[in-house]
């Protein structure tokens, strides 16, 4: 398996502009999980889904932040519009179930400017 | 208030010698607790689980304790290599419905030769 892939690796966007994150997770895992990393907090989880359906939403910053799920392959992570504090490396990672460990994609790094 | 604190931001020690990375948390009563590794640029990669009545566990050179009296986690490398050079993770888990993995900001780790 290629394991968890994220695109676009790096995004610069202006403020204000609309921001999409893509995520395929690994064949089989039931769990998908969007963390962001920053220097300053570290790595925060902002949503988690199990079989396509968002479970915890209460890391998600605000309204501007949204996440889908459509089915058990893609995922993405929408930033409307993206301000400069949003800039932060932005993980996914899937599961095969809740008590397991965590596979990492290798993360978008976004700068907004 | 919740709080995971992971010893010094960096550790630097040299060839053949013994790490030993902690993971102090306040408030929070895990179920497990697992670390990872992470690279520069890419994404954290699963090394160990522990559970709460584990008090210790072994793979190859890595060695983790749990202790729930003292609240903390100490990860062992022994005869460190320069290529276990790295920032490590420690990720606490409540053992609850509905909770997803809390992670500590790291310690970096640089073996010298």
């Known amino acids: 398996d290629a394991g968890v892939i994220q695109s676009p690796r790096h995004e610069v966007t202006e403020m204000g502009q609309e921001v999409t994150l893509r995520c395929k997770p690994i064949?089989?895992?039931?769990?998908l999980f969007w963390y962001r990393q920053t220097m300053m907090r570290g790595l925060e989880l902002l949503i988690y889904f199990n079989n396509n359906v968002p479970i915890d939403d209460s890391g998600m910053p605000e309204d501007r932040f949204s996440a889908k799920m459509p089915n058990a392959s893609f995922s993405t992570l929408k930033i409307q519009p993206s301000e400069p504090r949003d800039s932060a490396v932005y993980f996914c990672?899937?599961?095969?179930?809740?008590?397991?460990?965590?596979?990492f994609g290798s993360g978008t790094q976004l700068s907004v400017l | 208030s919740q709080k995971i604190e992971q010893n010094s931001e960096a550790l630097n020690i040299q060839e053949g010698k013994t790490a030993t990375l902690t993971c102090n948390y306040t408030?929070?009563?895990?179920?497990?607790l697992q670390w990872y590794r992470q690279d520069p640029g890419r994404g954290p990669v699963f090394l160990l689980l522990?559970?709460?009545?584990?008090k210790e566990k072994r793979k190859e050179r890595l060695k983790v304790t749990f202790d729930t009296t003292l609240k903390q986690s100490l990860f062992h490398i022994t005869a460190s290599q320069p290529a276990d050079s790295a920032t490590y993770l420690c990720a606490l888990d409540m053992g609850q419905a509905g909770t997803a993995l809390i992670f500590g900001k790291g310690t970096t780790l640089s073996v010298s030769s």
């Open positions: 064949s089989g895992h039931d769990y």
């Open positions: 990672a899937s599961s095969l179930g809740f008590r397991e460990k965590l596979f």
């Open positions: 408030n929070y009563s895990p179920a497990y």
């Open positions: 522990i559970r709460e009545n584990e």
